[in-house]
């Protein structure tokens, strides 16, 4: 009997015993900090009704920490909400901060 191939990438399964005897089941990845950055940015790229192109995620293990700019507060948590969703990605902190712009409406940047 040998060992079944795995998958690249593929999570793994880890137990965590909490306090009070509870025990959890929870995902790991292989995945470099740097896949995980690649990512997020594809995800968020994708997305619609978002302008990511001002949205740069840097991993820190398995949180990811959004930085850079969005115009509104609803773009801003479309963004965490995807990079949540991103596998290897376990917790997600946003310093996304907002331009109150909208695509293509010049008039409505800061001075």
Same mark, same amino acid.
């Given at each position: 009997?040998?060992?079944?191939?795995?998958?690249?990438?593929?999570?793994?399964?880890?137990?965590?015993?909490?306090?009070?005897?509870?025990?959890?089941?929870?995902? &790991?990845?292989?995945?470099? #900090?740097?896949?995980?950055?690649?990512?997020?940015? +594809? $995800?968020? /790229?994708? !997305?619609?009704?978002?302008?990511?192109?001002?949205?740069?995620?840097?991993?820190?293990? &398995?949180?990811?920490?959004? #930085?850079?700019?969005?115009?509104?507060?609803?773009? +801003? $948590?479309? /963004?965490? !909400?995807?990079?949540?969703?991103?596998?290897?990605?376990?917790?997600?902190?946003?310093?996304?901060?907002?331009?109150?712009?909208?695509?293509?409406?010049?008039?409505?940047?800061?001075?």
């Amino acid at each position: 009997m040998g060992k079944e191939p795995v998958e690249p990438n593929a999570p793994s399964l880890v137990l965590l015993s909490r306090p009070g005897g509870a025990t959890i089941m929870t995902a &790991t990845t292989d995945k470099t #900090e740097a896949q995980l950055e690649d990512d997020v940015a +594809a $995800r968020l /790229a994708s !997305l619609p009704d978002v302008d990511a192109s001002e949205i740069r995620p840097r991993a820190e293990g &398995t949180k990811v920490i959004l #930085e850079g700019s969005v115009d509104t507060v609803f773009s +801003a $948590r479309k /963004a965490v !909400l995807c990079a949540e969703a991103v596998d290897g990605v376990h917790d997600v902190e946003s310093h996304l901060k907002l331009t109150g712009r909208k695509d293509g409406d010049p008039s409505a940047t800061s001075h």
